[in-house]
């Protein structure tokens, strides 16, 4: 039985008239990869700023690798390694003078510093700018050398804040490869995003949060099982015009068809769809098909029907 790394019980904070954390409680389980997944504004920041000693609660309680982070902040801190969404690095600093420095903040003697610090830059493809200066790096380089601070002292629960958003794809890629060898090497990883695409494939375990609340918590095999025996096809036809939705509902009434996000045309069903029987049935409507996508349901679909948000909300 695996332990209990993170518990949060009943956390709630405000912001004046704004609830930001409504009274939240969950548990990450040692060595697990946690995803807090939840649109702008949910809450994600002001959780995870709480969970790192960076925000006082207004209620509840924290504990960090068994010891109470209200009562002993110092003892909590030593366990874990956080990555804000902004940066706290220093500009005038270069990227290897920066990671020596956090390691310094962590008590590493001199040389385990050095050593580390060449160890990471490699790692986050950093070591032909080890010198340059911090500010005279790119968002996608500024945000891997965040993370290496984060991990200096190979914290044993690691705490990021949108640790993907806003960079280019391959210091995303980087990213995702590195939290999941830490993943896989046993530390306790807890992510926020709002990339659902990104929490399916990296998260053992999604908790949705919405408006300052936990809506769902479960692993990613448990929230896909409900949907896991669906299909959804998509259609796009050529031309301005697009087939009427109450028309195409009565000529397919085991499906349930909507608009998709992409203008065309969305059939779900459970099981298998008949594609032929669909595209001649577009046809003898008088539409030409552009295109027709087979496509499983996604956590996405998962999200939007749990949370009741729109499709697409997350993309903002
Ligand atoms: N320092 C603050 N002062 C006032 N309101 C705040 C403050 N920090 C957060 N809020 C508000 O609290 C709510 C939750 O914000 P939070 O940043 O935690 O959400 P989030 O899920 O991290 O969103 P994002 O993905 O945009 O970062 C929002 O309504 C936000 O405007």
Redesign the pocket.
Same mark, same amino acid.
Do not use: Q
């Given at each position: 039985m695996s332990k209990t790394r993170i518990k949060v019980s009943g956390l709630r904070k405000s912001? %004046?008239d704004?609830v $930001?954390v409504d009274g939240i409680s969950f548990d990450v389980m040692d060595g697990e990869l946690f995803g807090f997944l %939840?649109?702008?504004? $949910?809450?994600?920041?002001?959780?995870i700023n709480m969970l790192t000693g960076l925000a006082r609660p207004d209620a509840g309680t924290i504990t960090v690798g068994g010891i109470d982070c209200a009562k002993k902040p110092k003892s909590a801190q030593h366990l874990i390694g956080v990555v804000p969404?902004e940066s706290n690095l220093y500009p005038e600093l270069s990227g290897y003078d920066n990671l020596c420095f956090c390691g310094g903040l962590y008590g590493m003697r001199l040389t385990e510093r050095k050593a580390r610090a060449g160890e990471l830059l490699e790692l986050f493809g950093l070591a032909g700018v080890a010198e340059r200066r911090f500010s005279g790096y790119s968002r996608g380089m500024k945000r891997r050398l965040t993370i290496a601070a984060g991990i200096m002292h190979s914290p044993p629960i690691l705490f990021l804040d949108?640790p993907t958003t806003g960079i280019d794809v391959q210091s995303a890629r980087l990213t995702r490869e590195v939290l999941q060898e830490l993943h896989r090497s046993g530390t306790t990883i807890f992510l926020?995003t709002?990339y659902i695409e990104e929490a399916e494939r990296m998260c053992d375990r999604i908790a949705f949060?919405v408006n300052?609340l936990i809506v769902r918590v479960d692993s990613v095999n448990n929230l896909l099982k409900p949907v896991e025996d669906r299909e959804v096809v998509q259609v796009s036809v050529l031309g301005p015009e697009v087939p009427n939705l109450k028309v195409l509902g009565n000529l397919f009434p085991d499906y349930s068809i909507d608009r998709a996000a992409n203008g065309g045309i969305r059939i779900e069903s459970t099981g298998k769809i008949n594609v032929g029987a669909v595209v001649r049935l577009f046809e003898d409507q008088g539409f030409e098909v552009a295109e027709v996508k087979r496509t499983a349901l996604s956590l996405e679909d998962v999200f939007v029907r749990v949370t009741g948000l729109k499709a697409g909300v997350m993309d903002k």
């Open positions: 912001f %004046g704004v $930001a %939840g649109p702008n504004g $949910a809450g994600k920041t002001t959780t969404d949108e926020t709002h949060m300052g």
